[in-house]
């Protein structure tokens, strides 16, 4: 855990959580786990789709327990409670699906508050439960009482995917409250819904309507199985040989003191985050959606260029899309949405931007990172949104980056005051005042620089624009662009196989 905190402060901590989890880039999920689950999938596909199933489930429990141990009883226990509820929500009559204009009866609202609170609660105790504890002892503090926080509290870890798959469970179950689907009699299928390991821990977040109908009859061929393969070695690539690059000076700058910082190394530093947070976490979502699809699921995409975003509004159609339209139905609307006048449209945005922000991480600094995109949101909906409609799109994404790279320094940063330091450093040039003078070039060596510019190509559609002209074009064009993924996936494969650095942004939400 972070320090105690000092008198009267307030503490910017994130969660801590267990480290040995099976990422998709790891050798041991490449070469152990995934050829293991194939041949038995394979062969339970042979013979029962139900015994597919099964065996989907049985391994993705395993993936979790991997990386969580105990802490899977967690994921046992959202399931649970939520599949409960779907039966009770509808006293079991799975064929009803709820009439949305449907008078909803005390009992149906007393098993939706009691599924929200257990789900929540198990989420609040276990994500928020040491950030809570250790800003009530800051403000006790400051009214001069000393209070210690209990050890218990302290060490808590955080559980792996709890934010993702509490998320996906609760949207079944509101769901099956609001009319959009019926609730199931499957376990066996509503547990792999929530569980399924290749969206289970960042997302993307899937909705029951959306793959409900696959769960229960789906199928498979050749040409899906190789999209499938080809979507996740390209994520694999983005994710190794570029994701992994920048994070390496993205990492380097941030651990620097803030008097070593000056505005060429601070841009150095934000300009490596902006790349690694996009590719890191599409990359996560392109493997994701690939094994799915080799295993017969279609998930919706997560991202759509979002640094080509012409707004703020824009870049949250087209950043983490299944995140986004979550608040945007179960909070934003049942808030009122934009149908009470200005003002309540207004807070209501503050309100679902505050949440986003401390829904990924328990620190202030995410806090305020959402509050500060839900401030533009507001701005955009009161008048910038149309001064931005008239003036060339490139200054309006020249805008939306900037308001997006001042966020990601709020979002990294590990303390406000940090987050101060640096932005004063990218915007104010200074006399350098640290022990140590460093040059940016220090930060950009070679690979790096082949990372960044490949990375800003990636983040602007290049990938995606090559992948649309092999298919296209066809013939020769389409074999070369096939053979380019294999080889440059042999070469993130060997990258790992050597043990380089290889975090993944999002396992720690």
């Known amino acids: 855990m972070s320090p105690r905190p000092q008198k009267g402060t307030f503490i910017f901590a994130k969660a801590r959580r267990k ?7 790891s050798s041991i999920f490449l070469f152990g786990f995934l050829p293991v689950l ?60 709820l009439k949305k204009d449907e008078k909803r009866t005390p009992y149906q609202k007393f098993i939706l508050i009691v599924t929200l609170a257990l789900s929540l609660g198990l989420l609040v105790y276990f994500k928020y439960a040491g950030f809570l504890a250790d800003n009530a002892a800051g403000l006790l503090s400051r009214l001069g009482i000393s209070v210690a926080v ?7 870890l955080l559980p792996l995917g709890i934010s993702f798959y509490t998320f996906q469970a609760l949207s079944y179950t509101l769901d099956v409250y609001f009319g959009h689907v019926g609730s199931t009699r499957s376990l066996t299928n509503f547990a792999l819904y929530v569980a ?46 570029l994701a992994n690059t920048v994070a390496k000076a993205a990492d380097s700058v941030f651990a620097l003191a803030s008097p070593e910082l000056t505005t060429g190394i601070a841009w150095v530093g934000i300009i490596a985050y902006t790349l690694q947070i996009y590719l890191d976490f599409s990359a996560y979502s392109d493997m994701a959606i690939g094994l799915a699809k080799i ?19 824009d870049f949250w159609r087209r950043w983490h899309i299944s995140l ?42 995410f ?10 949101l507001v701005l955009e909906r009161a008048f910038l949104g149309r001064w931005l409609k008239k003036i060339p799109a490139f200054l309006s994404r020249i805008y939306t980056l900037l308001v997006v790279i001042v966020g990601w320094v709020l979002f990294r940063a590990a303390s406000l005051g940090y987050a101060v330091k640096y932005l004063k450093a990218l915007f104010i040039p200074q006399a350098f005042s640290g022990q140590l003078h460093r040059l940016p070039t220090e ?61 993944f942004i999002y396992f720690r939400f």
């Open 19 to 25: 480290t040995d989890s099976m990422v998709f880039s």
């Open 38 to 97: 194939l041949i038995f999938y394979a062969v339970a596909w042979k013979i029962n789709f139900r015994l597919a199933n099964i065996i989907l489930l049985i391994f993705s429990m395993v993936f979790i327990f991997w990386g969580s141990g105990k802490d899977t009883l967690i994921l046992l226990s959202m399931i649970l409670i939520n599949y409960f509820a779907g039966l009770l929500l509808t006293k079991g009559n799975i064929d009803r699906i």
């Open 150 to 156: 209990p050890d218990f509290v302290k060490n808590i």
């Open 196 to 241: 399924f390991f290749p969206q289970l821990i960042a997302g993307p977040i899937v909705r029951y309507a959306d793959i409900y109908e696959q769960i229960e009859k789906r199928s498979i061929d050749l040409n899906g199985v190789f999209r499938g393969m080809l979507r996740f070695m390209a994520g694999f690539i983005k994710k190794v040989l």
């Open 295 to 313: 295993f017969g699921f279609d998930l919706l995409e997560n991202f759509n260029l979002p640094y080509t975003a012409k707004s703020v509004q």
């Open 324 to 365: 986004s339209t979550w608040f945007r139905d179960y909070l934003y609307i049942p808030l009122g949405g934009n149908r009470k006048g200005n003002a309540r449209t207004y807070i209501n945005l503050v309100i679902v931007f505050f949440v986003c922000g401390l829904w990924h991480g328990a620190a202030w600094n």
């Open 367 to 376: 806090v305020i990172w959402g509050i500060w995109h839900g401030l533009f």
């Open 443 to 503: 930060f950009l060596q070679n690979d790096i620089i082949i990372a960044f510019v490949f990375g800003i190509a990636a983040s602007l559609g290049g990938i995606l624009l090559l992948n649309n002209k092999s298919k296209e074009k066809g013939g020769v064009w389409r074999h070369a662009y096939i053979i380019t993924v294999f080889v440059l996936f042999l070469v993130s494969v060997t990258s790992i196989y050597n043990g380089s650095y290889n975090p």
